[in-house]
Nanobody, 124 residues
Framework: QVQLVESGGGSVQAGGSLRLSCAAS????????MAWFRQSPGKEREGVAH???????RYPDSVKGRFTISKDNAKNTLFLQMNTLKPEDTAMYYC??????????????????WGQGTQVTVSS
């Protein structure tokens, strides 16, 4: 039983920043990858940031250079720092975890644990 709870979403003007947090609780794994996904109406859910314990991170071109994923292991918390936000970043953002892994994975199907999501709205 792994529970993930996101926070930090909200409304921001284009060019602004937000910092999302994901608190993990329950029976967590030591060697897991975690990620942030997002989904907007009519679009496929996509990964925007992935991190694994050995330091591997992945970002799609759409957010590379603007988003940064990080973890505070002592507090069981995942973060997503989002800078220079654009209207196309508007979406529901989800925190997700893989369970035990030893290689980077980025597909939705690779992540069995999900939070409820937090809405991010970027306006012009």
């Amino acid at each position: 039983q792994v529970q993930l709870v996101e926070s930090g979403g909200g409304s921001v003007q284009a060019g602004g920043s937000l910092r999302l947090s994901c608190a993990a609780s329950g029976h967590t794994y030591r060697n897991y990858c975690m990620a942030w996904f997002r989904q907007s109406p009519g679009k496929e859910r996509e990964g925007v940031a992935h991190i694994c314990p050995w330091g591997d991170t992945r970002y799609p071109d759409s957010v590379k250079g603007r988003f940064t994923i990080s973890k505070d292991n002592a507090k069981n918390t995942l973060f997503l720092q989002m800078n220079t936000l654009k209207p196309e970043d508007t979406a529901m953002y989800y925190c997700a975890a893989t369970g035990p892994k030893w290689t980077m994975v980025v597909g939705v199907g690779d992540y069995p644990y999900w939070g409820q999501g937090t809405q991010v709205t970027v306006s012009s």
